[in-house]
């Protein structure tokens, strides 16, 4: 008996020693790669070539500053890093190459802190973003050239399955400061996400213009950057908006005249602007990771007319959404909305993402929330 006990424990032992060696490659390493990979615990492994390095170190953006790192140069060459327990979602990242900064050369880039940067994904057990077996739309490239920025303006669309045989409602979307348009299609997989909803019938179908955030002309772009400039780049994209996005837009889609309208972080301002400045304009509004620029303690809506919500005979739908590890700044700006709305009656919906940071698993949950009730 004492035996078949001790041959049990050396099995399970055994089973748990391969168990811990188990890793699975990160979505995010490029075709054929390796690494970066994870083993159930949420540790990640990295392996990169630098065999004239004398210091390489893991850094990373909001869900990786917290996280404890060794690394260890081999005989070959290559640097092997290993973590502590990584936090679940999309993290941006990068090595510290004797001191310069220098990005994964196994995994893919993604635009982001101003520049292509490395990514790895950390699965979170949820699925509403992957790619699944249903009908697809696209994510097609336009633009025009704007009179009040004197330059072309680029901006993506996304298409829902089946377009072209009806006229439909379209959704304007915001990215943050240091992405650009590409971000909301490549880091917060829009088309699968609204795939996967209308597959389940809980969207209507609706068009996606994903805008640049930055609306500056040349002479503006040399000043200093700060939330000065930020404002002033905010009002020219409220008057693009109305002047010359929104004809094009609907002179040259099937558009049936509902508008909605959201962003994360930067983007959530510039969203919150033109929503309240035109609140008779849009079925719905939409604020991730709220952000308000321009404002003072005694007079946080200092350049954000919020007031005009409450003289509106239409109300849109308002929803308010954070992570749950965000910064304090963050949930500062939370409050002063939530404050504001509960003051005025003004009804609104607020959603709180669990366990992420100011990156874009909160932001695709944001997403995945507002868009089931805007259209209906």
Request: one cysteine or more; charged letters at 25%.
């Amino acid at each position: 008996m004492q035996y078949l006990q001790k041959i049990f424990l050396i099995s399970v032992l055994f089973s748990s020693m391969l168990f811990c060696q188990n890793y699975s490659v990160s979505t995010t390493a490029l075709p054929g790669k390796d690494f970066p990979k994870l083993d159930f615990e949420k540790k990640a492994q990295f392996r990169v070539y630098f065999p004239y390095a004398q210091s390489v170190t893991l850094e990373g953006g909001d869900g990786m500053k917290n996280i404890k790192s060794t690394a260890s140069k081999d005989k070959d060459g290559f640097w092997n890093i290993s973590t502590s327990p990584l936090e679940i979602g999309f993290h941006y990242y990068w090595l510290n190459v004797d001191g310069k900064r220098v990005n994964d050369p196994d995994t893919q880039l993604y635009f982001g802190y101003g520049q292509p940067t490395s990514g790895i994904e950390v699965p979170s057990g949820e699925d509403f973003f992957f790619e699944k077996n249903v009908k697809h739309g696209q994510i097609i490239e336009d633009g025009f050239n704007s009179r009040i920025t004197k330059g072309k303006r680029n901006f993506k669309v996304y298409l829902p399955p089946g377009y072209g045989s009806e006229k439909l409602p379209v959704l304007y979307l915001y990215h943050g400061t240091g992405e650009d348009i590409t971000g909301w299609e490549r880091q917060g997989h829009i088309a699968w996400i609204l795939d996967n909803l209308l597959a389940e019938r809980k969207v209507e179908k609706m068009i996606v213009v994903m805008d640049y955030g930055v609306a500056l002309n040349s002479e503006e772009e040399k000043l200093a950057d700060n939330s000065s400039k930020t404002v002033i780049s905010s009002r020219n994209l409220d008057k693009i908006f109305i002047e010359e996005l929104v004809p094009y837009v609907e002179k040259k889609y099937k558009t049936n005249g509902k508008k909605a309208i959201a962003g994360l972080s930067r983007g959530s301002y510039q969203a919150m602007l033109i929503g309240v400045s035109h609140p008779e304009m849009f079925t719905a509004i939409g604020s991730f990771s709220p952000v308000i620029y321009g404002g003072t303690e005694d007079e946080p809506f200092k350049e954000l007319p919020v007031d005009h919500l409450l003289k509106s005979r239409k109300k849109p739908y308002f929803f308010v959404g954070i992570g749950e590890k965000e910064e304090a700044r963050f949930f500062g700006f939370n409050k002063i909305l939530h404050d504001f709305f509960t003051q005025n009656n003004y009804p609104y919906t607020s959603y709180r993402s669990a366990g992420t940071y100011h990156e874009w698993l909160t932001w695709r949950r944001c997403l995945y929330e507002f868009v089931q009730h805007i259209f209906r």
